[in-house]
């Protein structure tokens, strides 16, 4: 239930809906006042400005791991999905956020890791997907890593139940930590408080950084970039789904 409602919800909680709302309420209000108008308009200029979003995200993510931090002793690392697409015919795509297969590669070939855990089923909500840690797997078997070095959970379709099911492998194969937890820098702070929640000894390892610290100009300070608009949802999920998580008792 709480799976569900989350993805329902997750339209009403993005600044396109919010421009829509008050450019329908301005439309149905205007005979009476202007002000929604000007109301949607501040709101897409705001989440339309670089300099507020990538102060915001800057803020947000998790930051790099230094490099006196990146050969931690660790023997296996936990890579989560959801940079992974399917077609109609079932066959898998990397998308977004597919720097995750690629740290989590690069970690291994370079001997930092001896083995993954690839967390994650499908959460299209829409339609029914592979999941896509079978998918990961195949192409890290192609890239070269070992069958007898992968581990899969398929079931999670969120966060937490990464979390919960990954939990659940480690103590049955009686892993033992502390583990690499691989994911994207905006995703870390949500994820790795949901692991620390569940008794998972944790070292974050961010990847796939959305914003980099770069000198101020006009066109990434003030000049609108509509595209951010998409972009501001993301961090606006993490935002809210961290804050939910907490009130449940989850993170």
Same mark, same amino acid.
């Given at each position: 239930?709480?799976f569900?409602?989350?993805?329902?919800l997750f339209?009403f909680?993005?600044?396109?809906?919010?421009?829509?709302a008050?450019l329908?309420i301005g439309?149905?209000?205007?005979k009476?006042s202007n002000?929604?108008?000007?109301?949607?308009g501040?709101?897409?200029?705001?989440?339309?400005?670089?300099?507020?979003?990538?102060k915001?995200?800057?803020?947000?993510?998790?930051k790099?791991v230094? *490099?006196s =931090?990146? &050969?931690?002793?660790?023997?296996t690392?936990?890579? #989560?999905?959801?940079f992974v697409?399917?077609? %109609?015919?079932g066959n898998?795509y990397?998308?977004?956020?597919?720097?995750?297969f690629?740290?989590a590669a690069?970690?291994y070939h370079?001997?930092?890791?001896k083995?993954?855990?690839?967390?994650?089923?499908?959460?299209?909500?829409w339609?029914?997907e592979?999941?896509?840690?079978?998918?990961i797997k *195949?192409q =890290?078997? &192609?890239?070269?890593i070992?069958d007898?070095?992968? #581990?899969?959970?398929?079931?999670?379709?969120? %966060?937490?139940?990464?979390?919960?099911?990954?939990k659940?492998?480690?103590?049955?194969?009686r892993?033992?930590?502390?583990?690499l937890?691989?994911?994207?820098?905006?995703?870390?702070?949500r994820?790795?408080?949901?692991?620390?929640?569940?008794?998972?000894?944790?070292?974050?390892?961010?990847?796939d950084?959305?914003v980099?610290p770069?000198t101020?100009?006009?066109?990434?300070t003030v000049?609108p970039?509509?595209?951010?608009m998409k972009d501001?949802?993301?961090l606006?999920?993490?935002?809210?789904?961290?804050?939910?998580?907490?009130?449940?008792?989850?993170?």
């Open positions: 239930m709480f569900t409602l989350s993805k329902l339209f909680i993005t600044p396109f809906f919010w421009c829509a008050l329908l439309f149905i209000q205007r009476k002000r929604w108008f000007w109301i949607a501040m709101v897409f200029l705001i989440f339309s400005n670089p300099f507020i979003y990538r915001a995200m800057l803020a947000y993510q998790e790099p230094p *490099q =931090l990146a &050969n931690p002793p660790i023997n690392g936990i890579l #989560l999905t959801g697409k399917f077609d %109609t015919a898998g990397f998308g977004k956020s597919s720097d995750r690629i740290q690069n970690l370079t001997g930092k890791i083995q993954l855990i690839i967390s994650g089923g499908s959460g299209n909500f339609k029914v592979p999941p896509e840690a079978i998918f *195949q =890290l078997i &192609n890239n070269g070992p007898s070095c992968i #581990l899969i959970e398929k079931r999670s379709r969120n %966060t937490y139940e990464n979390g919960l099911y990954t659940q492998l480690i103590d049955s194969a892993i033992a930590g502390p583990f937890l691989i994911t994207s820098a905006l995703h870390m702070p994820s790795i408080k949901i692991f620390k929640k569940l008794n998972i000894s944790c070292i974050p390892y961010p990847c950084f959305k980099y770069e101020n100009h006009f066109m990434n000049y970039d509509v595209s951010l501001w949802e993301y606006i999920k993490e935002i809210l789904g961290t804050l939910v998580y907490r009130i449940t008792g989850k993170a």
